[in-house]
């Protein structure tokens, strides 16, 4: 069983379209985050939600869109993708929302704009 | 926002002890350094956490002195399975405003054998 699970793995598509990437967790965990991790491995987190709540959104364009159904899913839509939107995405979820215990990553969604 | 400063690369061979520094100078009081290990087409796995003096598990040590500014992850007798990048992340003091913990560029440990 994987705990934290987000599809698609891969994704290519043309600059402009609208596209989404879900994430699902079956640890029980409260929060969940989208973290970006461009070219040169950077991971940069965009948004956390605590129980369906948003608690975080970093600097990010309002073409990211997220949204969390239930506290066990946090999607993440893209609208009007660009060429710098390019990167994979990875999904993560933890116990709680302090800075204690562990993130739980999936296995990213790897977004290529052409 | 507490930042990390950790080596971009380190070569090690197979069976050697391997160990990475990491910078935090401007950690905070309530902040937990913690270490992660990524392979490629994976997400970072968890592999210690510490606040202060000397955590060990099954996987490494991590070494963190009086004053917190450094902590150095200790990998015992690295295998060709442990090239990998490390990550080194401080927490950003928690709270209400969330856990925004922050993830510098990594050390990418190649072991050689």
């Known amino acids: 069983d994987t ?10 598509t043309q600059m402009g379209n609208d596209k989404s990437i879900k994430c699902e967790q079956n640890l029980g965990h409260d929060t969940m985050y989208w973290y970006k991790q461009d070219s040169k491995k950077f991971l940069k987190i965009m948004f ?15 073409r990211f869109s997220p949204k ?30 302090f800075n204690t215990g562990e993130l739980f990553f999936g296995e990213g969604s790897r977004l290529t704009v052409l | 926002l507490a930042k990390t400063t950790q080596p971009i690369s380190m070569d090690s061979y197979e ?11 401007n950690i905070a009081t309530n902040d937990y350094i913690t270490w992660y290990q990524q392979f490629p087409s994976q997400g970072p796995r968890f592999i210690i956490q510490g606040y202060k003096t000397k955590v060990t ?37 928690g709270g209400a405003a969330g856990n925004k913990l922050t993830f510098g560029g990594g050390t990418r440990v190649l072991v050689k054998p």
């Not at chain 2, 099954?58 to 990550?87: C, G, H, M, N, Q």
């Open chain 1, 3 to 12: 705990a934290v699970s987000q599809t698609p793995k891969y994704l290519v």
């Open chain 1, 68 to 97: 969390s159904p239930d506290k066990a899913h946090l999607n993440l839509h893209i609208n009007s993708l660009e060429l710098g939107d390019s990167a994979v995405y990875f999904c993560a979820s933890s116990q709680e929302i």
């Open chain 2, 15 to 25: 069976g050697q002890e391997v160990n990475i520094t990491c910078s935090h100078n």
């Open chain 1, 48 to 62: 956390s939600y605590n129980n369906k709540e948003l608690i975080i959104n970093e600097t990010v364009p309002n």
């Open chain 2, 57 to 93: 598990n099954e996987v490494a040590s991590l070494f963190i002195p009086a004053d917190r500014k450094s902590s150095t992850l200790s990998l015992p007798r690295v295998s060709l399975s442990d090239t990998a990048v490390y990550y080194c992340l401080v927490g950003d003091g």
